[in-house]
């Protein structure tokens, strides 16, 4: 199984400032046309379903601002949450969609200093 | 709109079944492969199950395997969920999650299965 690790556990960020977080896979989540890192970011917000932000590693879900976005590839990853919001305050879970099991990222969680 | 609307929770003692069942609107049922992820009480999420679009293929993650069974109906638009042989570990709330490919678009509210004496 694909072991995703993320870093680190939660994080406080003024408003308005950069929030970055980090997610390393145990093995390559590139696809075997090369071109795609099958790496996704969710968000949760307290009594609500996670919410699917960014997909192969860096395409927003329809929808979602453009603070947010992603990079990475191979094994290493990062989610920035650019001119961070309050209604940013959430946990986030990276995620492998590349092999089965799909496997989550143990989650950070993002509050305002 | 896209809705997964899921059912069939509820208290249960271990070693006992429960069938949960996804209620999906809004989208082509039948073009997306749908999952099952759960998450226990103050955790975080595990992925559990995935089954394609006919129903043809379908992957568990091991610690349920051979205890839980994906199955969807697409007459209906539903998905369901067999939970048997439950443990205390299973308590959890189980999310409908639909999506292209293996993409995780759209997820349900949940529902909550808690397993105890």
């Known amino acids: 199984d694909i072991v995703m690790t993320q870093s680190p556990d939660s994080l406080a960020v003024s408003l308005g400032e950069r929030a970055t977080i980090n997610c390393k896979s145990s093995q390559s989540v590139l696809s075997d046309s090369k071109t795609d890192n099958y790496l996704a970011w969710f968000q949760q917000k307290p009594g609500q379903p996670p919410k699917l932000l960014i997909y192969s590693t860096s395409i927003r879900e329809s929808g979602v601002p453009d603070r947010f976005s992603g990079s990475g590839s191979g094994t290493d990853f990062t989610l920035t949450i650019s001119n961070l919001q309050a209604e940013d305050v959430a946990v986030y879970y990276c995620?492998?969609?590349?092999?089965?099991?799909?496997?989550f990222g143990g989650g950070t969680r993002v509050e305002i200093k | 709109e896209v809705q997964l609307v899921e059912s069939g929770g509820g208290l249960v003692q271990p070693g006992g079944s429960l069938r949960l069942s996804c209620a999906a609107s809004?989208?082509?049922?039948?073009?997306?492969?749908m999952n099952w992820v759960r998450q226990a009480p103050g955790k975080g999420l595990e992925w559990l199950a995935i089954i394609k679009q006919d129903g043809s293929e379908k992957l568990y993650v091991d610690s349920v395997k051979g205890r839980f069974t994906i199955s969807r109906d697409n007459a209906k638009n539903s998905l369901y969920l067999q939970l048997n042989s439950l443990r205390v570990e299973d308590t959890a709330v189980y999310y409908c999650v639909g999506g292209a490919g293996w993409f995780l678009h759209y997820w349900g509210q949940g529902t909550l299965v808690t397993v105890s004496s």
């Open positions: 809004g989208f082509t049922f039948n073009s997306f492969w």
């Open positions: 995620q492998q969609h590349y092999a089965s099991p799909l496997t």
